[in-house]
């Protein structure tokens, strides 16, 4: 059974950074794609960005291309979303999701692990 925790939410002033991170448990970490997707209050969940389990790919949704970055470091079983230039639109509670043996994607239906969650709130 793998576990995902996440970490590094909070509040910030729009055009601040924040970096969330996505520790996870077992040891098929490293052979997993991983997404970080978000969900704001009354929407729906949404992609945000994933990355394959080398890391060597990467995809990032329009709304944050540019200014928020996905990585991971397999030697610590930890991903991360690094957010610049926040804006109050990226206002969400941050999931990061897993799945073993797979190539990253944007849809949630691909993914069999979930994180509890991280909340970031930007002021405008």
């Known amino acids: 059974q793998v576990q995902l925790v996440e970490s590094g939410g909070g509040l910030v002033q729009a055009g601040g950074s924040l970096r969330l991170s996505c520790a996870a448990s077992?040891?098929?970490?490293?052979?997993?794609?991983v997404g970080w997707f978000r969900q704001a209050p009354g929407k729906e969940r949404e992609f945000v960005a994933a990355?394959?389990?080398?890391?060597?790919?990467?995809y990032h949704s329009d709304s944050v291309k540019g200014r928020f970055t996905i990585s991971r470091d397999n030697a610590k079983n930890t991903a991360y979303l690094q957010m610049n230039s926040l804006k109050p639109e990226d206002t969400a509670v941050y999931y990061c999701?897993?799945?073993?043996?797979?190539?990253?994607?944007?849809?949630?239906?691909?993914?069999?692990?979930w994180g509890q969650g991280t909340q970031v709130t930007v002021s405008s």
């Open positions: 077992g040891r098929t970490f490293s052979s997993s794609a």
């Open positions: 990355i394959s389990w080398s890391g060597g790919v990467t």
């Open positions: 999701a897993l799945k073993h043996l797979a190539v990253p994607t944007g849809y949630d239906f691909n993914y069999d692990y």
